[in-house]
């Protein structure tokens, strides 16, 4: 399976293709998409990505996921870990919170 991609790297590479050649249609909506959502440069989101990763209940995949989203509020934590077999408690979803804050 493909290794999930942060939006803030999937801006950088439509934006640097689009520098070299006419996007299709589906990349421009894409890029367009990329532009409006993406929070974080690049290296900003590697660094949130890489803490969140420290986290022994938060995977890869959940990291990019909170990184892209930025999540506020507790219900937005619940709501990306709701498919996940794993139920945090309060203290787990407070440190997810704190450590977004801290890249905001």
């Given amino acids: 399976?493909?290794?999930?991609?942060?939006?803030?790297?999937?801006?950088?590479l439509l934006a640097d293709e689009a520098t070299?050649?006419?996007?299709?249609r589906e990349a421009s909506?894409?890029?367009q998409h990329a532009e409006t959502?993406?929070?974080?440069?690049?290296?900003a989101?590697?660094?949130l990505i890489a803490e969140l990763k420290g986290l022994p209940f938060v995977d890869g995949a959940?990291?990019?996921k909170i990184a892209d989203t930025l999540p506020q509020y507790p219900?937005?934590?619940r709501l990306l870990f709701s498919k996940e077999r794993l139920v945090l408690d309060?203290?787990?979803?407070?440190?997810?919170?704190?450590?977004?804050?801290?890249?905001?």
């Fill in 75 to 77: 219900e937005e934590i």
């Fill in 37 to 43: 959502f993406a929070r974080l440069d690049t290296e």
């Fill in 1 to 12: 399976m493909p290794e999930p991609v942060p939006l803030s790297r999937v801006k950088e």
């Fill in 20 to 24: 070299r050649r006419t996007l299709p």
């Fill in 90 to 104: 309060e203290a787990q979803v407070t440190r997810l919170l704190e450590i977004v804050a801290q890249h905001r």
């Fill in 62 to 64: 959940l990291a990019i």
């Fill in 45 to 47: 989101t590697a660094k």
């Fill in 29 to 31: 909506l894409a890029l």
